[in-house]
């Protein structure tokens, strides 16, 4: 079908909205409360003194009603209090910030307050519908979540230096160990949806906004309120069974597994509305044009993940439920004694956690796919193939996760049956990697810190990878089951695979997103040092693994010493690289700023075609794609968009002009199609 690039004056009056008025509504005071200045509107202080009071009164109240129960797990802690107090904490929470106005206000009859534009730095600490905002705010919250599991890291690989002179007892060593797998497990699950999956995803597709701008912001502070739960669990002891919560282990713990099947809840809501939301924008917020071909290569690895995050999280949400009523109301779910089955938690959770490899893994390879065209100046290597594969990896990845009950009393019978589902599954993540391979085969690259991080990828993940071949065969399962080889396996895969590709996208679109170059020097630096120490931490556990070592204990082997020093001693200095980063992204960011060009790569995405800083509306136009953005270097090659006046945007034309119109219509979903645009909400 021709894709019209005319644009009626008739239709944009018709369409035309006037946003943002920067006059707020001065009605009513539950209208006016997100809207008014400085101390007298919601924001982070206002969502901390809700959680304070929320949490006292919580705690109060599950005392009154346990005041009758006997029921205490080890630890002399009120199971009923505690899950009051989190759970009226994180309620006082998003009260406080702002995020239940809505819904409130329609539920007793009121109109909610519109969003209004402003760009005063105070708008990071509020709720807000601008999805670019959204989109900073998981940036520092998922940077806090991995810095936070990172320090915990710190304290293991000390604690490993010696097997016989222990930092920390055996109690506050495995709570360490179960803290920093929760932590790091949950913050990856989010670490690009979040931050670079909210603010590319509607640029990308040439939509104004996000299909539930509200849901958005909710996704966020609702994950932010999960980190807090889960770092409670801390001073209520800990929990002993490591990030997977296993049961009869889980049932018999104390106060701080609360914690941990709150927290997981909790930001298991946020996920499936993150998903949701960014699902429904990218099927439905399309520009005219932007056809299922033409989509970038990042928006299917994020729609793909939605359905991920929308289909398995709530198994996990679940079965966080079920085990919070075990330890306050009694039932049996994970009991075995009282009718219940310790291997329905197993099901449950994994049934979550082997999708959740691939929400993982997924936006990484997206990010890798997006830079690769960039910095090679070549087109995308079998693109279609690379979108089949997605989907391929997505829908297979349902089929996998009894092979994590190996070890745990499967029927014998069931083995080969998720063997093969698990060596299956390889095949489409062996299509995305060759597309990466083909992409770079004769290409002329350019060395930039994203490119850098966007090859460590490959090397890294291909490690994982091989690995998880042989981890999915039931001999060798049995024998390295619960060892170090599989938790350098696992490190390879997530950390060397979506960590590297998340870092990649950050010195890729940070330009974009603040407006600010990141200092290359520095990031040359935190590359070279995150790869090389992140190898010599992690490689030499295979080793430990195969010699015997299990996880989670803090006494091992005398001939072992050597080797674990190596990797402690590596580990430091991999948290070390961290630090430039974080001494580079301080530095350039808000110390001694350098702006960026609209620009600066010369990529034909769309998200890289608007002014520098993005309007609050992301398009003067609503732009008409005319074919997908990687037809780098090639003669003759069409223009990717029309963006209306003045120019066509292509790959002879990267930079267009943009002029400082307000918006003329808003973004509505059109694959191949012509129809005018819908009103704004």
């Not at 644009?7 to 509504?25: G, K």
């Not at 003669?635 to 029309?642: E, F, I, L, Q, R």
């Amino acid at each position: 079908m021709t894709i019209s690039a005319e644009r009626e004056s008739a239709i944009a009056r018709e369409d035309e909205v006037t946003y943002p008025d920067p006059t707020p509504p001065s009605n009513w005071w539950f209208q006016n409360l997100p809207t008014r200045r400085g101390w007298l509107s919601q924001h982070l202080g206002t969502a901390v003194i809700g959680a304070v009071a929320g949490y006292l009164l919580g705690h109060w109240l599950g005392n009154v009603v346990g005041s009758g129960y006997d029921f205490v797990a080890n630890s002399g802690e009120n199971s009923i209090a505690n899950t009051g107090g989190i759970a009226l904490g994180a309620l006082g929470w998003l009260m406080g910030i702002g995020a239940l106005n809505y819904p409130l206000a329609k539920m007793i009859g009121r109109e909610p307050a519109p969003e209004y534009e402003t760009t005063h730095w105070s708008r990071y600490f509020r709720y807000t519908a601008d999805h670019k905002v959204v989109g900073l705010q998981y940036v520092i919250g998922v940077l806090a979540f991995l810095f936070t599991g990172g320090l915990l890291a710190m304290a293991i690989r000390t604690e490993l230096l010696t097997p016989t002179s222990h930092v920390f007892g055996p109690g506050t060593y495995i709570a360490i160990v179960s803290e920093h797998g929760t932590i790091m497990m949950m913050m990856a699950t989010s670490v690009v949806v979040g931050p670079l999956g909210n603010w590319l995803i509607p640029l990308m597709i040439g939509a104004r906004r996000t299909a539930f701008p509200r849901i958005e912001a909710f996704s966020f502070w609702i994950f932010s309120v999960g980190y807090l739960v889960i770092l409670t669990a801390l001073p209520y002891g800990g929990f002993p069974t490591g990030w997977t919560g296993y049961a009869p282990l889980q049932t018999q713990a104390g106060g701080g597994m609360i914690s941990y099947l709150a927290g997981f809840a909790l930001i298991g809501l946020g996920m499936m509305a993150a998903g949701f939301n960014l699902a429904v924008t990218i099927i439905n917020y399309r520009a005219p044009g932007m056809t299922w071909s033409r989509i970038p290569i990042f928006v299917w690895s994020i729609l793909a993940t939605c359905a991920l995050l929308t289909l398995a999280t709530p198994t996990l949400v679940a079965a966080g439920l079920f085990g919070i009523l075990d330890h306050t109301a009694q039932t049996a779910f994970y009991v075995t004694e009282h009718g219940g089955s310790s291997y329905l938690w197993q099901n449950l959770f994994w049934f979550f956690g082997h999708p959740e490899v691939y929400i993982m893994a997924l936006p990484g390879f997206g990010i890798v796919a997006e830079i690769l065209p960039v910095f090679t100046r070549k087109p995308l290597f079998a693109y279609k193939v690379a979108a089949a594969g997605m989907v391929g990896v997505a829908l297979l990845s349902f089929f996998v996760w009894q092979h994590h009950l190996f070890q745990s009393g499967i029927n014998p019978d069931m083995r080969p049956l998720f063997m093969l589902t698990t060596e299956l599954i390889s095949i489409p993540t062996g299509f995305i990697f060759l597309v990466g391979m083909g992409t770079l085969y004769k290409a002329k690259i350019r060395f930039e810190v994203p490119m850098l991080f966007a090859l460590a990828v490959f090397f890294n993940f291909l490690i994982g990878g091989v690995t998880g071949v042989f981890l999915s065969d039931v001999p060798v399962n049995v024998t390295v089951h619960g060892g170090f080889f599989v938790l350098s396996h696992f490190h390879y895969t997530i950390m060397g695979g979506l960590i590297f590709a998340f870092f990649g996208g950050l010195y890729f679109w940070l330009p974009k997103m603040t407006g600010k170059s990141m200092n290359k020097k520095l990031g040359q630096i935190h590359f070279w040092g995150m790869f090389i120490f992140f190898n010599l931490t992690f490689f030499p556990m295979f080793l430990i693994g195969l010699l015997g070592q299990p996880r989670r204990v803090f006494e091992y082997q005398q001939n072992l010493q050597a080797l674990n020093d190596f990797s402690s001693i590596s580990a430091f200095c991999l948290g070390a690289s961290f630090l430039v980063f974080i001494a580079n992204f301080v530095w350039s960011i808000f110390i001694k700023p350098t702006p960026s060009p609209a620009n600066p790569w010369d990529s034909l995405g769309l998200e890289w075609q608007t002014a520098n800083p993005v309007p609050y509306y992301n398009f003067e136009r609503i732009p008409v794609v005319l074919t997908d953005p990687y037809h780098y270097s090639e003669a003759g090659a069409p223009a990717v968009a029309d963006m209306g006046e003045p120019v066509l945007v292509g790959a002879s034309t990267l930079t267009p002009l943009v002029g400082d119109a307000l918006p003329t219509s808003e973004p509505r979903g059109a694959s191949g199609t012509d129809e005018p645009p819908a009103t704004a909400e």
